[in-house]
């Protein structure tokens, strides 16, 4: 069942900060997170276990929340080399059945 | 990580006809996974290639439209047959697990 994500968009400027969020209706056993920039393909982010800390590198973080079954992903002080289309991606059991979410479109103006 | 070369990166098909996808990874893997983006889209699994087995495929795939060969470790082909408008898409394959999947630069599909 693929996760959903909010918001659908988003419009920085530079230096903005944005949260994009990921939910499942069903408990999960890791979440990835994925970068794809127009015509290119997806780049994996980073990658969150069932039972592991907040992740991050640079200026991009992520969280992931096991009882809600959320996971969110944190870019501050945003820069032009942020746009892209965000997804998550999240599997439900130790290589079983991962499904992308819908993605987020992130805009980052100068 | 991995480093996947995919060829072709483009074509254009006339109904009817198929066209084969390679890719071809840097090191040997147990699983390749074949993706559909179509365009503004998410990516959709295909099917999932393991060496020496048969290819497993998601549902509303079928082996007969998306013939998968996996003839060693670092190779894998996606074959989209009996071609149409509908099959006009971006088809990536896929590599990795425990940290993260790689893909290749995908093929962009046209098909008219």
């Known amino acids: 069942q693929q996760p959903v994500q909010s918001p659908q968009a988003v419009i920085l400027r530079e230096g903005e900060d944005a949260v994009i969020n990921c939910s499942s209706s069903k408990a999960l056993y890791s979440v990835h997170w994925y970068r794809q920039k127009h015509g290119e393909a997806p780049v994996f982010l980073m990658i969150l276990l069932k039972g592991g800390e907040q992740k991050g590198h640079e200026k991009i973080s992520a969280s992931f929340n096991e009882k809600k079954q959320q996971s969110s992903l944190y870019l501050t002080a945003s820069q032009l080399s942020y746009s892209g289309t965000y997804f998550c991606g999240t599997e439900d059991n130790y290589g079983q059945n991962f499904v992308f979410g819908p993605g987020t479109r992130l805009s980052v103006l100068p | 990580s991995a480093v996947i070369s995919q060829k072709p990166s483009r074509d254009i098909c006339q109904r009817g006809t198929s066209l084969t996808i390679q890719c071809q990874v840097d090191s040997q893997v147990t699983m390749m996974f074949w993706y559909r983006q179509q365009p503004g889209q998410s990516l959709t699994l295909i099917a999932t290639a393991n060496q020496g087995s048969e290819a497993t495929y998601e549902s509303g795939f079928v082996i007969d439209k998306f013939p998968i060969s996996r003839p060693n470790l670092t190779f894998s082909t996606l074959t989209v047959s009996n071609m149409s408008p509908e099959d006009s898409s971006i088809y990536l394959c896929?590599?990795?697990?425990?940290?993260?999947?790689?893909f290749g630069s995908g093929t962009r599909l046209t098909v008219v």
């Open positions: 896929s590599v990795g697990h425990v940290y993260g999947y790689t």
